[in-house]
């Protein structure tokens, strides 16, 4: 499976699914931090991919949804953004609230994936 495919799969079998340099538990930057923590501060369960371990896409992501840094933010397969967009949503509100319909969907079975 080519890289553009698995990151496909990834960003389409998880309902929020972050790319950050490290982990949640051990962010290798900021924003990646930063980022992780508002997305856990929902509740919510999300997946994590630490670009740091995975060269390929380290290099190719950016490709996948023309996005250039990290981390990057997926929900319901479709690009949030990053950081700052993330801790935007965060403070409206509507992070939580996208993320728990993302989560509901997939529990029903209704997600594309």
Same mark, same amino acid.
């Given at each position: 499976?080519?890289?553009? !495919?698995? $990151?496909?799969?990834?960003?389409?079998?998880?309902? &929020?699914?972050?790319?950050?340099?490290?982990?949640?538990? =051990?962010?290798?930057?900021?924003? #990646?931090?930063? /980022?992780?923590? /508002?997305?856990? #501060?929902?509740?919510?369960?999300?997946?994590?991919?630490?670009?740091?371990? *995975? %060269?390929?896409?380290?290099?190719?992501?950016?490709?996948?949804? *023309?996005? %250039?840094?990290? %981390?990057?933010?997926? $929900?319901?397969? +479709?690009? &949030?953004?990053?950081?700052? $967009?993330?801790? +935007?949503?965060?403070?409206?509100?509507?992070?939580?609230? =996208?993320? +728990?319909? /993302? @989560?509901?969907?997939? !529990?029903?079975? *209704? #997600? /594309? @994936?």
């Amino acid at each position: 499976m080519d890289v553009l !495919e698995r $990151i496909d799969q990834q960003v389409k079998n998880n309902p &929020v699914v972050i790319y950050m340099k490290g982990t949640p538990q =051990m962010p290798q930057c900021g924003f #990646s931090m930063r /980022a992780a923590q /508002a997305l856990g #501060s929902t509740g919510v369960p999300f997946a994590y991919v630490n670009v740091l371990q *995975d %060269p390929e896409i380290f290099e190719n992501l950016p490709r996948y949804a *023309d996005w %250039p840094t990290f %981390p990057q933010i997926y $929900i319901d397969g +479709e690009l &949030v953004g990053g950081c700052d $967009i993330t801790l +935007e949503m965060h403070e409206s509100g509507e992070l939580k609230t =996208m993320m +728990e319909q /993302a @989560a509901a969907k997939s !529990e029903s079975g *209704d #997600s /594309a @994936a």
